[in-house]
């Protein structure tokens, strides 16, 4: 029995299979400006991502998935609050119902339609992915909000392929996307030392969440609801949405601002 966004199988019961879920380092949280520390030794973050080589896009059941070749380190993350480039791995969204609030980080209890995470991974410290998964300093993960508005002009490049991976466990090929169409014109951003959002909710992500949210168009973000939680063989259909873990306890940690 999987875990994911149901009554039955939602966040609230994920703590059952995976315990860390009421961790001291959980994601998402509700991110208060004000209360985040501007430090003056935060650099900028710069994405490198002009090489980078999107291979497939896939509906794993839980959100729509865009893959990258992450055989060396042609797109990386670096700066900001890490100590050495981050490999781009895969960006995937969370978004809610028609409506509905679908962010996972929020900002002064304010949510936003949706949020992108764009995933790297410390391939200096660590062999393999998974490894670094499920290290404290293996993951860094950009996130970008989404808010409604006029259409995305570049969204369209995902929204269009999405009827082809309409059920859990397709996926098709997905070439020469480069994620830098969808960062907002600043990189300021808030920092702190989460999770993986999803089960297995590892606390091995430093997150990096843009100030800036991208603008989508409901007709856009509505493609998104097109999908399936379900696969083509099963008869219960289920409209993917909502697939969002709400914020978790900030305990310890501090959220620090870059300038
Ligand atoms: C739903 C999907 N989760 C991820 O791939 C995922 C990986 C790393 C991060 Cl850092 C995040 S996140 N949301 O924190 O950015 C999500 C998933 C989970 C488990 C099994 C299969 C599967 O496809
Ligand atoms: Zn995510």
Redesign the pocket.
């Known amino acids: 029995h999987h875990?994911g966004y149901g009554k039955e199988d939602g966040p609230s019961a994920w703590h059952r299979q995976y315990p860390v879920a009421k961790g001291n380092r959980q994601?998402p949280i509700d991110i208060i400006p004000n209360e985040a520390r501007r430090d003056s030794t935060l650099g900028p973050i710069f994405l490198k991502y002009d090489q980078c080589r999107s291979l497939n896009i896939a509906n794993?059941?839980?959100?729509v998935?865009v893959e990258f070749d992450d055989s060396d380190d042609r797109s990386v993350v670096l700066g900001g609050p890490l100590d050495n480039p981050y490999r781009l791995?895969?960006f995937?969204f969370?978004w809610g119902g028609k409506g509905c609030e679908g962010s996972?980080h929020t900002v002064a209890g304010v949510g936003y339609a949706s949020e992108l995470?764009v995933?790297h991974w410390n391939a200096v410290k660590y062999k393999t992915y998974n490894d670094a998964?499920a290290a404290p300093d293996g993951?860094a993960?950009l996130?970008i909000f989404l808010e409604l508005g006029d259409d995305h002009r570049w969204l369209h490049m995902i929204t269009d392929a999405l009827y082809m991976v309409k059920f859990k466990g397709s996926a098709t090929d997905f070439k020469g996307f480069n994620p830098k169409c969808l960062l907002p014109s600043s990189l300021h951003y808030w920092t702190y030392l989460g999770?993986?959002?999803?089960?297995?909710l590892h606390e091995?992500?430093t997150w990096i969440v843009l100030k800036e949210p991208i603008v989508v168009s409901e007709k856009q973000l509505g493609m998104f609801r097109m999908l399936q939680f379900n696969g083509e063989e099963e008869d219960q259909r289920m409209r993917m949405e909502n697939n969002f873990?709400p914020p978790q306890n900030l305990k310890e940690r501090i959220v620090r601002s870059s300038n």
């Open positions: 875990w994601s794993n059941g839980h959100s998935v791995k895969q995937h969370h996972e995470h995933v998964a993951l993960v996130g999770s993986l959002t999803t089960p297995p091995s992500v873990r």
